[in-house]
């Protein structure tokens, strides 16, 4: 069964730098999607990205995040300047556009020291 | 706004016991309901939905009934399994949001031999 891959299973940075989180979608699905899940708290989206733009992003989603698509296989995140509340489990997920038909990664989890 | 309450964990159980899982949720309009699991070390997967009053979503063994005069979508199963131990997300999606899914803490399960 295809799946979404996502790395590294665990990066570790020092405040203000930055990472780039890498997914690899299922290759047939258009929309892409991050989430994360604070240690505790609730799994949040943070944006959704079809036909190489940002259809929709959360609060959470400022000016120190981006993603793109650069290459038509990996889907990306940057955060510019990590923050420690930026330490988290990050969630890629693809699909066809049917919410039902999220396909997920097992997820980064970022610690930011 | 709209908000997904699942209730606290861990939850431990033995083999064969029954499982309850409460989930509650506030939403505008008429949102779609959904059960996630995260087997350890693998990605979200859709486990069950619902996507109107008195549904009745099921899988695996697993049932759980949209009730809108409760507000809520209860994840239920008659007799669990070592393999079912697991993170249980409950969550919600607003028509017109694709793939922005509002979830809840989740709810890890053990499942003692």
């Known amino acids: 069964e295809p799946e979404v891959t996502q790395t590294p299973s665990h990066q570790v940075t020092q405040m203000g730098q930055e990472v780039i989180l890498r997914c690899v979608p299922i290759?047939?699905?258009?929309?892409f999607y991050w989430y994360r899940q604070i240690l505790g708290q609730k799994v949040e989206f943070l944006v959704s990205?079809?036909?190489?733009?940002?259809?929709?992003k959360s609060e959470i989603f400022d000016d120190q995040f981006s993603v793109e698509r650069p290459d038509g296989s990996n889907f990306t995140l940057k955060i510019r300047s990590t923050k420690l509340e930026d330490s988290a489990m990050y969630f890629c997920?693809?699909?066809?556009?049917?919410?039902?038909?999220?396909?997920f990664g097992s997820g980064t989890q970022l610690s930011v020291l | 706004g709209n908000s997904v309450t699942q209730m606290e964990g861990p939850v431990t159980l033995s083999e064969e016991a029954f499982l309850t899982i409460n989930c509650t949720y506030t939403?505008?309009?008429?949102?779609?309901l959904f059960w996630y699991v995260q087997y350890p070390g693998e990605g979200l997967q859709l486990l069950l939905k619902?996507?109107?009053?008195?549904d009745k979503g099921s899988n695996k063994g697993f049932e759980a009934t949209y009730r809108k005069e409760t507000t809520s979508f209860h994840l239920e199963k008659g007799s669990v399994q070592v393999s079912d131990s697991a993170v249980y997300f409950c969550?919600?999606?607003?028509?017109?949001?694709?793939?922005?899914?509002?979830f809840g803490k989740g709810t890890k399960l053990s499942v003692k031999p």
């Open positions: 619902a996507t109107k009053a008195d």
């Open positions: 990205f079809y036909n190489n733009e940002i259809s929709e």
């Open positions: 290759s047939n699905h258009l929309y």
């Open positions: 939403a505008t309009g008429y949102p779609s």
């Open positions: 969550a919600l999606s607003i028509g017109g949001s694709q793939g922005n899914l509002i």
């Open positions: 997920a693809g699909g066809d556009g049917v919410v039902e038909k999220l396909f």
